[in-house]
């Protein structure tokens, strides 16, 4: 069964960095866009970054300049580097990707999947 595993949260100060990791496994076929969103406490889930398998970046504006996305195709896993962090960064940081592979039920079938999600919270 796919799944995407996070890993690197945690508590920052401002002004400081963290590196979040997202590796997706099982029967995959390909992996299409990947991407990171967030959500904080009472707001709706939004959008930090994404990047197509070929590289291409799409990032919101309140990240531009300071978080970067990349992947490794090989691994099948994608990073965001978040630089110059604010308090205003704290929340849940979930990875997902549009993923052709088999899904629980042995079906072979596009889909998108979602992490369990990392907490990122920034000190002032």
């Known amino acids: 069964q796919v799944q995407l595993v996070e890993s690197g949260g945690g508590l920052v100060q401002a002004g400081g960095s963290l590196r979040l990791s997202c590796a997706a496994s099982?029967?995959?076929?390909?992996?299409?866009?990947m991407g990171w969103y967030r959500q904080a406490p009472g707001k709706q889930r939004e959008l930090v970054a994404t990047?197509?398998?070929?590289?291409?970046?799409n990032y919101a504006d309140s990240v531009k300049g300071r978080f970067t996305i990349s992947r490794d195709n090989g691994k099948n896993t994608v990073y965001v580097q978040t630089n110059d962090v604010k308090p205003e960064d704290t929340a849940v940081y979930y990875c997902?990707?549009?993923?052709?592979?088999?899904?629980?039920?042995?079906?072979?079938?596009?889909?998108?999947?979602w992490g369990q999600g990392t907490q990122v919270t920034v000190s002032s």
């Open positions: 099982g029967r995959i076929i390909r992996l299409n866009v």
């Open positions: 990047i197509t398998s070929g590289g291409r970046t």
């Open positions: 997902n990707a549009n993923i052709f592979g088999y899904n629980a039920q042995d079906r072979l079938n596009w889909r998108s999947y």
